[in-house]
């Protein structure tokens, strides 16, 4: 039975509950104070048989689950890379959960449909990438990477005569992939989704950008048609593929060329860094979160293709769909998925709260902390900096593998900071993404104090 109360009681505890998150994190140790053991034990409970007050299972839910809460809105997380939430886009994404549109269909869902195209014009305008190309919202980079994989194949196929949706893969012309060698995983699995095996991996330079004259040399002995995966934005040095010599080398060669840009596609937002990313334009198709530079809270990735090219790959035509063939696309036609939330609607918000000048500065002021850390670390005796500082990513040896394992676990327990271990180059590192919005002055002065601390 609908009762308008029922929802008032578990909206104003959530509400209470999340607000007295959001003012924990500034305070809390960043690690999780319970692991994942204790937080199993925690939730092993029977399904039990009657039912129970709303309000009364957001506020257990909410009790049960903080001490296993990591507190990655903080502006001293720099793990992985994990943007935070601007409030702008967290109280959009309450109301995309309080409206539950399903978001494929424009007709159907008018407003979605509306405030996702856009988002997506927005978007394509920031990181000057064509107009008119199709901006479609996924889970994440991956989800994004295989739907440009996805169009790539269609296209380099439908060249060779072949009809991959008509036809499949079997007996189809071999496709060859290429990627650059410090590719990241999600890029591999977006090859291994579209049923085209292991990319050759070209040789990339002392910061992981794909060599040009390594990819040319690579194409020579192609045959048939090719996909060419480069990278804005390297996982530990932040760097960016050459675009501007990568990308008419393959093109040359008639492939298509799809960029993972989860973070650093955002490169191009800013005046400062255009250089960066010149000649990103020319590719077909392009994969960025917003989850991560954008902080529009979990989950959102950014799908764009060239043109109308995807919808070779994702349409449907179906009689129950409310769907105009003819007419522009509707979303769900841009992602390999029909039923979604409005996961536009919180980049709308982001980028609607920033403007452009706000963006930029975003941008700009998580390089600047990078620079920032990276200059007071390397400082201290026995921090050597290993990549290049150009973006947002900082990656650090304490020595030997062994002394940077043990200054990372010092680290990490103390709880001031959370930084990611990795491995590079052939070496064991600790890695710094820093990716949220709030991260000031006083953040970077106490993770570098943190860092002396662990460091003995
Ligand atoms: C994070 C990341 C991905 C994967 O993105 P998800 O949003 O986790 O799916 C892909 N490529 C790069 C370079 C990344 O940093």
Known sequence: MFNPDDYRAALDAAHRRALDWLESVPDRPVRPAAGIDEQEAVFDLPLQDVSLPPEDVV????????????????GRFFGWVIGGTLPAALGADWLVSAWDQNSGM???????????????????????LPAGSDVGFTTGATMANFTGVLAGRHAVLAAAGWDVNERGLNGAPPVTVLAGAEVHASMLLAFRYAGLGV?????????????????????????????????AGELHSGACDPFAELVPVAKARGAWVH???AFGLWAAASPRFAAMTAGLDGADSWATDAHKTLNVPYDCGLSI???????????????????????????????????????????????RSLGRDGVVAMVDRLVDAAQELAARLREIPGVEVLNDVVFTQVC??????????????????????????????GRDVLRISVSNWSTDAADIAASVAAVRRAMG
């Not at 506020?59 to 903080?74: H, I, N, R, V």
């Open 396 to 425: 650090l040896s304490f020595g030997s593998d062994e002394r940077t394992q043990e200054v990372t676990a010092r680290l990490i327990e103390d709880g001031t900071v959370w930084m990611s271990g990795s491995r590079w180059m």
């Open 106 to 128: 424009r007709r159907a869902t008018p407003s979605m449909a509306a405030i996702e195209a856009a988002a997506g014009r927005w978007l394509l305008e920031l990181l000057g």
């Open 305 to 351: 293709v060239r043109g109308s090219l995807v919808r070779n790959a994702t349409r449907v035509t179906t009689s129950y769909l409310m769907h105009d063939v003819s007419g522009p696309a509707d979303p769900f036609e841009l992602v390999p998925e029909f039923s979604r939330r409005g996961r536009g609607v919180p980049v709308w918000a982001a980028l």
């Open 199 to 231: 990319p050759y991996l070209v040789d990339a330079d002392d910061q992981g950008r794909m060599r040009p004259d390594a990819l040319e040399h690579a194409l020579e002995s192609v045959e048939g048609p090719v996909i060419v995966a480069l990278q």
């Open 59 to 74: 506020t257990e839910l909410a009790a049960k689950a903080e001490p296993g809460l990591m507190a990655m809105d903080s």
């Open 259 to 261: 960029v993972d840009g």
